[in-house]
Structures are given as structure tokens and as C-alpha cells.
């Protein structure tokens, strides 16, 4: 097959998520948002739920249909025996108030929950269903702006400082010294919804307080927390993910450094925008601040206990003008790509690629324009050159 049968525009999937932006996506994209919807989410990828359309010479087809006419030629021999299907996802995210806590299962965990609820008879779709399919769900983000998640638990001597430094907490922290983290969380995470408001109240009440006084900042706790409650009228019932608000890493990441989260790792996104690329999976276990299904003890199955440092990817150089974000799992690889003026970016696709530009413009084999926004699919064995008269900044996602 000839290279420029390998090439094509690809367009993807917009979700449309209460907790995202109303104008990243929809600039990034060039498309009006005249009702100002949430633009959350743009999905690159195979999902079942929302494949990518790939623009041909025999007119559009969906990346899915295009995989699963000639698997072995679209994915390669090697990827199809292996993975059965494209593995990764690529997404741009706008977050712009924060997602649920949450955490992802180990592939053999996911097989068993999923074949556990299929034999219960619960349908894909059920609102209470935790593994919508029989994968993990590792994933890495690449900020894109000044990005703030939550990411694993504090270390012992942080979380310890915490739960003395909150007056409220002082309680927890014998129970912390002698149980540890699951005890800790597990304790907190099972509170029936009363104690949870006795232990809280004071504690939203106070930074809600602190923060319209200037005195929190994003490094705070305390600043998220009254966030989620600055358009609130009157608190009754407070949802128990501010423990974990408290208890995790508050980590900040700059436009172009990364952060991995694998199996077992707690985690929630705060603000920002990013690039995620992960495993082509829907499996989420969740543990509050979110309307969606809460499962604690599904949840307090799988998470790791224990305290991390976070760990930023600040990018390996494999080539001028391109750095690595090294991912500890087969499913995906993420690259940036900086061109400037008199610099050409010359390759050929191992397996099949998804490129989207962020920043600035480029010319395709000298050409095919392609704009901020615009991605391309390229697959096995397609010989590309990638040229810009400017700065511009592209991701590549790939196997």
C-alpha cells in the first residue's frame, strides 16, 4: 500500500461533560460554542463508544470499521495477537472543575470484576456497573497549561503533619499511626454520612471563610475544598472525597511535563488542560465528588496504600525536536514534538499513530496542511515528513 493511502485527517469524538470548559476545546477545534456547552473531552481513538472518523478518498470511514475490516494490516500482526484491537485512547482534556476520585483496576482484576457483574446479569450500561470492559486503565497526562491533580497519598510524615496541623483530624492520627493507610482511609471512606458531616462541617466552613479572605492558595487543601462549595447556598450533606482532598498529593504540573498514573493509584483531576493518553478502557472505581456511582468497598479493593513522592515526567530528548514520556506499560508511548523554522521531522510509523498539532501549524509531506487542532492517522509503515515555517507543537501517541 502505497504511503499516501496510509495518511488520513482524523476527526474525533467531543464529550460534552458537566465539569468541562466552554472555550479550550472549542478554540482549539475553530468551532462555535454559542450555547456554551461543556466541552470536556476529545476523543482520538477506537472506542466502541466513540471511534474517530477518518477522512478518505473513498469518503469518510470510523477508525473502528477501518480496524476491523483488515486488522493485521491497520495494527500490524504483532499489535492485533496481542492486544486484539487499537490499546490506546488519545484525549484533550479542559478541566475545569474538579473530576471524582478515583482509581483503576490491574487487567486480571478487571477481567474478574467484569466477568463477575456479566454473570449477575448487569447490563454494559448500568448506572451501578464498575468494569464496562476486561482491560486496565494505566494512563499519563501532558499539561497543556498550569494543570493541578490530586495523585497518590501524601507520605507518612506529610500525612501525619496534616492530620495534626487540622484541628479536626487530630483524632485520626493514633488511628493512622497504628493502621496505617487503609486503616485510615478505610475508616474514613465507611463513615456513615452524619459523622462525616460532624468531622467536616468545621472544616469547609473555615476555608470557605479563608479563601474569600485571600489567606489559601491552590497548594492548600483548603482552596479546593472551598471551591467546591463557593456557589452553595446552603451545606447539608458534605461529600467524604474532601478527605481525600486532604489525605493525597496536591501536585501542580507545568505546560509540557507529565505525570503516569497506574493500577491502584488514587487520583483526581483539579484544573487544566492536558493531553491523556491511556489503555482503551472504561473502567473507573469511584470514591466521591462526583453524581456518578460510588462503590467504596470495589474501591478499597484495588487501591495501592501506601505514601508516594509524585514523580513529574519532564520529557527524555530521543531526537532534536522530540521527548519521550516514558510509560512502564505495552499499551501506548507518548512524544512531544517542538518545529521550528528549517527544522523537519522525518519518520516511519511502526504501527499505527495518532498526531494532533496544539500549537502553531505544519505542512504533511509537503502537502497537507494541517492546523492547530487537526490530527492525522498514520499506519504501519507510512513515511512521513513533518514541516513549519513557526514554532509548532505537536503530540504523538503510538504503540
Not at 474525533?12 to 458537566?18: F, K, S
Not at 499489535?79 to 485512547?89: A, S
Not at 509537503?366 to 509503515?381: H, M, Q, T, Y
Request: aromatic share 10%; with cysteine; glycine share 8%.
Amino acid at each position: 500500500m502505497p504511503t499516501s493511502n496510509k495518511i488520513f485527517k482524523l476527526n474525533g469524538v467531543i464529550q460534552h461533560y458537566a465539569w468541562g470548559g466552554n472555550t479550550y476545546i472549542p478554540n482549539l477545534l475553530g468551532v462555535e460554542n454559542f450555547s456554551e456547552k461543556p466541552f470536556a473531552e476529545y476523543w482520538m481513538g477506537a472506542h466502541p463508544s466513540a471511534s474517530a472518523i477518518l477522512e478518505t478518498n473513498d469518503g469518510p470511514i470510523s477508525l473502528t470499521d477501518l480496524i476491523n475490516k483488515d486488522p493485521e494490516t491497520v495494527l500490524t500482526k504483532a499489535v492485533y495477537d496481542r492486544f486484539g484491537e487499537l490499546p490506546y485512547l488519545l484525549k484533550v482534556l479542559d478541566v475545569k472543575q474538579m473530576l471524582s476520585i478515583q482509581v483503576h483496576p490491574t487487567k486480571e482484576e478487571a477481567e474478574k470484576g467484569f466477568d463477575k457483574e456479566a454473570a449477575a446479569g448487569l447490563p454494559i450500561n448500568a448506572p451501578n456497573r464498575n468494569y464496562k470492559d476486561r482491560n486496565h486503565k494505566p494512563e499519563v497526562m501532558v499539561a497543556l497549561s498550569d494543570f493541578w491533580l490530586l495523585h497518590g497519598f501524601k507520605e507518612k510524615n506529610l500525612l501525619e503533619k496534616t492530620l495534626t496541623d487540622v484541628q479536626e483530624f487530630n483524632i485520626l492520627l493514633p488511628l493512622f499511626k497504628m493502621d496505617g493507610y487503609q486503616g485510615l482511609y478505610q475508616f474514613v471512606m465507611e463513615l456513615a454520612q452524619p459523622e462525616v458531616n460532624s468531622f467536616l462541617m468545621s472544616v469547609v466552613k473555615r476555608v470557605i471563610r479563608q479563601k474569600k479572605e485571600g489567606e489559601l492558595s491552590k497548594s492548600d487543601p483548603g482552596w479546593w475544598v472551598a471551591q467546591l462549595f463557593e456557589n452553595v447556598d446552603q451545606i447539608i450533606n458534605i461529600d467524604r472525597g474532601v478527605f481525600s482532598i486532604y489525605f493525597f498529593n496536591i501536585v501542580n504540573v507545568q505546560p509540557g511535563e507529565g505525570v503516569f498514573q497506574g493500577a491502584g493509584l488514587p487520583h483526581a483531576y483539579l484544573e487544566g488542560q492536558n493531553i491523556e493518553l491511556m489503555a482503551n478502557s472504561d473502567n473507573v472505581l469511584r470514591g466521591g465528588l462526583t453524581p456518578k456511582y460510588i462503590d467504596v468497598p470495589e474501591l478499597l479493593k484495588h487501591i495501592v496504600f501506601e505514601g508516594i513522592v509524585p514523580n513529574i515526567l519532564k520529557g527524555n530528548e530521543i531526537r532534536i525536536g522530540e521527548k519521550l514520556y516514558p510509560c512502564p506499560v505495552p499499551d501506548f508511548a507518548i512524544s512531544k514534538i517542538e518545529l521550528v523554522a528549517k527544522r523537519t521531522y522525518t519518520n516511519t510509523s511502526e504501527g499505527l499513530e495518532i498526531i494532533i498539532v496544539t500549537a502553531g501549524g505544519a505542512i504533511l509531506n509537503n502537502s497537507i496542511v494541517l492546523k492547530r487542532g487537526e490530527a492525522i492517522c498514520l499506519l504501519p509503515d507510512a513515511e512521513y515528513k513533518l514541516e513549519s515555517s513557526g514554532l509548532c507543537t505537536l503530540f504523538k501517541a503510538f504503540i
